[in-house]
Each structure stands twice: as C-alpha cells, then as structure tokens.
C-alpha cells in the first residue's frame, strides 16, 4: 500500500514492520512524531510492544539495552542532544553486542540553540561502535529500519539510521509502507541464545582485565568487518523481496567524470539535479553518496573515486581543529591507492539550504581550481 | 519480628572478591535466599560490579546484567519489558545498587522507574559512601563521618538524605528498610516483595569495614546496633507511601556507642556526638509521628499484617 508520509512516520512504519517488541524514547524536535506514531500504533495494539516512557534519553537507551539483553528486537530514536546524553550508553550496547536499532535526526548541537540539520551529532559518535546508515529519501528510510534489524542481528551490533532533520524528516513523500507479514519471510522473528535467562545464568559485562578486554575489543572490530558484506547481503535479499535495493554506496554518473562531488543525506538527491544540468552542458560530473558510514565502504568507495581525475567532499558537519568528516574519511580510505585530488568543502550546518545553486557553485569551483583550501572551503560564510 | 525460615538453597557461592566483613555481600547471600533463583540482577557501578568475579566468572547462581552507574533502574525496566515479551512473567528483576548509583548519580532514573511504577524490586545496599572508588562521600555519607573527600577537617556537614521520603513520595506499593544484621526480618521483607507487582524499593543497611574504619568482625554487631541506636530504623512503607510501620521492639542502644565503635567518627568531639544524637531522635520521633498520622487515614488497613 502506497501512503504520502513524513520522513518520521517511514521510520515508524519500519518499526512497524520489523516486529519490535521493547520502544522506549523521549521527545526531541525534530524526531518527535517518530515516537508519537508508535506511541499510537502501541496503544491501539497495531503493534504488540511494550513501550516504556522514560525520564530521559540516557533511560531510552538503557531500557532498551535491558530489553535487547532479554533477547527481544528493542528501537528508540532521538536527535542532537539526546544522542549525546546516550554517548556512553552507545558505547554500552557495543560492548554488550545487542542488536539495537535507533534513528537519530541529524539536529545541530547546542548552545546556541538550534533544531536544524546538520551531521555533529551522529559523526561526533562515530567511534562508538555502531553501524551507521545514512538515508536520503522516506522510501529508503522505512526500508533501511527493516534492513537493520537483519544486519544488526547478524553480527550483534548496534545500528543507527540518520535522516536530516526537516529536509527529510518533516517533508512527505511517498511511500510503499512494508506490511508486517511480508516483512516476516525477510526479517523473522528474533531469536537469540545470548540473553538474560534464569535457565541459564550467566553474568554480562563483568570485569575483564587486561588478559580478556583485548581480545572482546578485537572480536568487535572483526564483527564490524564482517557487517561491511552483511550490509550488502541484506540489502540484496531485501531486493529480491521487495524490488528495492539501497547499496552501501551510491554512484551516479561516475563512469567518465572528471569530476565526482561526494555527498550523504538529502543533499544526494539536490546534487543529482545539478550532475543533470551540467551532464547537459556536457561537464563530465556524478555523484557518489555515502549510505554506510560504519563500517566504512573503503573498497566501494576507491573503486568509483578512483576512476575521477577529481573528487568534491560535501560535508553538513564539522571536527573542529580538523576537517569536514567525511572528507577526513575519504582521503583516509584513499591514501595510498591513487592520488586523485580531494577537496573538502562545509556546507548547511545548522540547518542552512543547501540548494542546488549552492552544489553547482562547489562544482565549478573544484572545477576551475578556484578553491583557497586544498582541504577546507566553507561556503557562504557571511562574514 | 517474627522468625522465618532461613532458606538452606545458597545462589551465591564462594569465589567472590569481596572485602572482609561487606555487608554487601551477606546482603546479596540474604536476598536471593529470598528471592529464589528465578531472579534476574542489573548491577550498575558500584561494589557489587567487582565481588561477584571477572569475566568469564560469576560467584551467583541467578543471571546478572551490569549496567552503567546511572541506569540501573532504566535497565531494569527495559529488562523487565523484553522478558514479558518473550512470556516470561515470573522472573523477578531486581537491581541492586550501592548507595551512590541510588541517592546520587542513580535517583532520575530510579525516580522515573518509580513514578511508572515498573515492576521490579530496587535495592540500595547501603554502605553509606563510595567505595568501589575508594571511599568518598556519597549524598548518603552520614553526618560527622569521614571520607577521602570529607576530609577529618571538613568533615561531612550536611545530613544523610532521606531516601525513604523520596520513594514514599513515588507512591509505590512497597518499601522497606532491612539490616544485614536481622536475617529474618531482612528475608520476610524480600519475599514479601516478591508478591507484589510494582515498583519495591527496599533500602539495605550494608556495614563496610573497610572504608568505615571498623574490625571485619565487628561488621553485623554495627549494622544490629545502627537499628538499635535508631540510626537506621527498619520500617516498612506501605499503601503506596501513606503507611508507615516502625519497628520499635528492640533494647535501645546508645547513640554515642555505635560513633565510638568507628574510625571514620573518630575525630567527633563530645558536642559533635550530642548534636547527632539529637539529630537521630528527632528524627525517630518524626518517624513515629509519621506512623501515628498514616494509622488515622481513613480507608486504610490499621492492622499489622504479618511482622
Ligand atoms: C558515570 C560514572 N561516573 C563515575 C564512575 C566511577 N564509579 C564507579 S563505582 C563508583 C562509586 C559507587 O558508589 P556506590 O554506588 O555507593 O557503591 P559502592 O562502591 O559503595 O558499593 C564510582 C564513582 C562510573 N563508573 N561511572
Ligand atoms: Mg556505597
């Protein structure tokens, strides 16, 4: 069935579909609608889950990191200074290896205050161990929800989908809603040895000294590459259920650019109508989008970029002192395998348009050479 | 206090690494006794994390989840959903958390577990600071006592908090206090949380040697005399925080004699000991006006049910 919805609502229709069993969450614009809807769909039973109304975002996650530890399929959701107050939890649910998923809306990061888009929150939790999936339209959003549950089941971690805020979140497209019963046959229904269980009891999380805590760290990492092929699994069965496949990178009219902008998020869809135009004027230009941040697509994305004779990163976010991040991550996963120039260009933090005017202006730049920075050129900077 | 039966079945074994003397640790050996081994455990941060033994080691027979210092009643909740999911609706979760993760860094969520009312037991075991990270002050630190950081010339000034006030004001069907040093008393309290569904916190007086300055022997006659002093009254809190029932069946002991028998009291001076002595009867006696008021309320239940 077909519906025009908000970018929100895909993410609860996901959940939807997904048979989750524990939701807890606390409301923060822009994520809020999310978590309403489900709170909904609980109440009038479309879902059977329980959903537990916490004191907080730290409480969100540590319910269902209690949950996931009972050995049910647990979600929450937040943006901007929720996630932040759930940073050590994030890292909790890694150590602990539970299969959680949580939406983040990309919010900027007070003070001072803002709830427009932009990437800080979730890059600045990058390190933490969670898979990180960044979602461009409502389709791919309610999709991916269902796509990460299987992926976080399979190598028992946690996996995190971002949308922007607004741009994606409040805006409506539409969708073709996943309808729980045929999502069973994709993603059946959760089962797990490893829980909290009075037949079995075992301690979780005790203390391992310096002999033990290695080698958990080490199996993490070995679990986060092997999700690098699991993400891909995943999403082609998913196609082969539902016709719609996502990869974990996006080329778009990559295959004689001389110029390849990279982009994530909404402005994936806004730079394709500038590769368009200028295609059209006969500039040799595409577009790589970065859906899978973590683990990071380091063959997909040398095999498209390093056929360019130059490479654009379009960054929503910042690492002060540093770079846009993920122009730090391209360079790092090119560095040593071709020496096509890179340029980072910060673009629409805090929610500023970044309109197509705006990507064509970074085109023509990196174009022509005219950039001040090799590594960082902020654009439109009044000031 | 009537006597019960101390059951004979242990869930804590030997292997576990507390101190000499921690009455965390008969704390543990008690509750599950009473509790059963359909028992689940969320631990935050605390002593606890440590004695039970490092991975892949446990001295408990019921499963434990560790958690963060703060969550340990978010965990729990969270805990509690997913087992229900799966169908299961006889394990009872409990977290059990020192007096730092409860009064402290724990109460927004042990607050906000309450007012849902999330049916699990909270206990604080209660060794009146933090001592997992070598003995500082807690919220829960009592006047006059030394710590690392309430050094013997500032000295904690401030009142232990009044927990129990806290929780009654969650209006939640159960809470108790419970000593290690009455076994009997300790263990009724636990299976009777056990019925019953909601929020139960029960608040454990846990003597520590180790950071109070005390002989590891002298341990349980501290916690014993903390009752019979009324420094720690064992009370239970019911009718969703309206009846309140102190235990007042004992030989009353000096104040001053449960001080002395303390090194992190040591340094007290004779005025100081009279100042909290005062402190402590006055508080009893609120206590009792307490109990007297919650017996005048109309509709509730003025008989003793089983103590
Ligand atoms: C967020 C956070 N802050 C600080 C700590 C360090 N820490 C671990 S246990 C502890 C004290 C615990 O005190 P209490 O809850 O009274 O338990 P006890 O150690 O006395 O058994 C502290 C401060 C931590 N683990 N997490
Ligand atoms: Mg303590």
Same mark, same amino acid.
């Given at each position: 069935m077909k519906k025009v919805i908000m970018g929100n609502h895909a993410v609860s229709y996901g959940v939807k579909a997904s048979g989750v069993k524990v939701i807890s969450a606390y409301p923060i614009t822009p994520q809020t609608q999310i978590v309403e809807l489900l709170s909904e769909m609980c109440a009038n039973g479309e879902i059977d889950a329980k959903f537990i109304k916490v004191e907080s975002e730290h409480s969100a996650l540590t319910a269902v990191v209690g949950a996931s530890a009972a050995g049910v399929r647990a979600f929450t959701a937040t943006s901007s200074q929720g996630l932040l107050l759930m940073h050590e939890i994030l890292h909790w649910a890694v150590g602990a290896r539970l299969p959680i998923v949580l939406t983040n809306v990309n919010r900027s990061v007070g003070p001072p205050w803002s709830i427009w888009t932009d990437q800080n929150d979730s890059l600045s939790q990058r390190d933490t161990g969670w898979l990180q999936l960044y979602c461009e339209s409502n389709q791919e959003t309610q999709d991916t929800i269902v796509q990460a549950f299987k992926i976080a089941e399979t190598v028992r971690l946690p996996v995190m989908l971002v949308l922007d805020a607004f741009? *994606?979140?409040h805006t409506y497209e539409i969708v073709d809603i996943l309808e729980p019963n045929d999502v069973k046959k994709f993603l059946p229904p959760y089962e797990t040895d490893i829980r909290i269980d009075v037949e079995h009891p075992h301690a979780f999380g005790n203390l391992a000294g310096p002999d033990t805590y290695f080698e958990l760290r080490f199996m993490i990492q070995k679990a986060m590459e092997e999700a690098r092929d699991v993400v891909k699994k995943v999403d082609a069965e998913f196609k082969e259920h539902f016709g719609r496949g996502y990869g974990v990178v996006q080329p778009y009219r990559? @295959? @004689?650019? @001389?110029l390849i902008l990279v982009t994530s998020g909404t402005i994936a869809s806004t730079s394709r109508v500038i590769i368009d135009e200028m295609r059209d004027e006969g500039i040799k230009i595409g577009s790589l989008k970065?859906? *899978?941040?973590?683990?990071?697509p380091f063959d997909e994305v040398y095999e498209v970029l390093s056929k360019a004779k130059k490479v654009a990163v379009i960054d929503r976010n910042i690492s002060f002192g540093h770079h846009g991040i993920f122009f730090q991550e391209i360079k790092s996963a090119l560095y040593g395998r071709t020496d096509v120039p890179i340029i980072g260009y910060i673009v629409g933090?805090?929610?500023?348009d970044v309109t197509p005017k705006v990507i064509r202006e970074i085109a023509e730049k990196a174009l022509n050479d005219e950039n001040p920075e090799r590594d960082i050129n902020w654009i439109g900077v009044k000031m | 206090m009537k006597p019960a039966r101390i059951p004979e079945e242990e869930y804590m074994t030997s292997g576990h690494v507390a101190c000499q003397g921690c009455g965390a640790t008969q704390a543990m050996r008690f509750a599950l006794k009473a509790l059963g081994p359909k028992t689940a455990l969320v631990i935050p941060a605390c002593c606890w994390s440590v004695i039970d033994g490092p991975?892949?080691? =446990?001295? #408990?027979?019921v499963p434990l989840f560790h958690t963060a210092f703060e969550a340990a009643a978010s965990t729990a909740s969270g805990l509690k959903a997913g087992l229900e999911m799966r169908g299961d609706t006889e394990t009872t979760v409990m977290a059990w958390a020192g007096d730092g993760g409860t009064f402290d860094i724990g109460i927004q969520s042990l607050s906000g577990a309450a007012e849902r009312n999330e049916d699990i037991i909270y206990t604080c075991y209660d %060794? &009146?600071? $933090?001592? %997992?990270?070598?003995?500082q002050r807690s =919220?829960?630190?009592?006047?006059?006592a030394w710590t690392t950081t309430t050094?013997?010339?500032? $000295?904690?000034?401030r009142p232990k908090k009044k927990i129990i006030d806290i929780m009654a004001a969650h209006s939640i069907p159960y809470i108790a206090t419970a000593s290690v040093a009455f076994p009997e008393d300790f263990i009724r309290k636990f299976k009777k949380a056990k019925e019953i569904k909601g929020t139960r916190f029960i608040h454990v007086f846990a003597p520590c040697p180790t950071g109070w300055k #005390?002989?590891? &022997?002298l341990s349980v006659a501290m916690a014993r005399q903390a009752v019979t002093s009324k420094v720690f009254p064992l009370l239970e809190v019911t009718e969703h925080g309206k009846r309140w029932k102190v235990w007042k069946d004992f030989e009353p002991t000096p104040v001053r004699d449960y001080i002395k028998a303390q090194g992190r009291f040591r340094h007290l001076k004779d005025e100081e000991i009279k100042a909290i002595e005062e402190e402590v009867e006055n508080n009893w006696q609120l206590l009792l006006a307490r109990e007297q008021m919650s017996m005048n309320l109309p509709g509730l239940n003025k008989e003793d049910d089983d103590s």
């Open positions: 741009f *994606l979140s990559c @295959d @004689d650019a @001389d970065i859906r *899978l941040f973590r683990p990071f933090i805090g929610g500023r | 991975f892949p080691h =446990s001295s #408990l027979r %060794n &009146e600071a $933090y001592m %997992n990270t070598g003995i =919220s829960s630190t009592p006047v006059g050094p013997v010339a500032h $000295y904690k000034k #005390l002989p590891p &022997e």
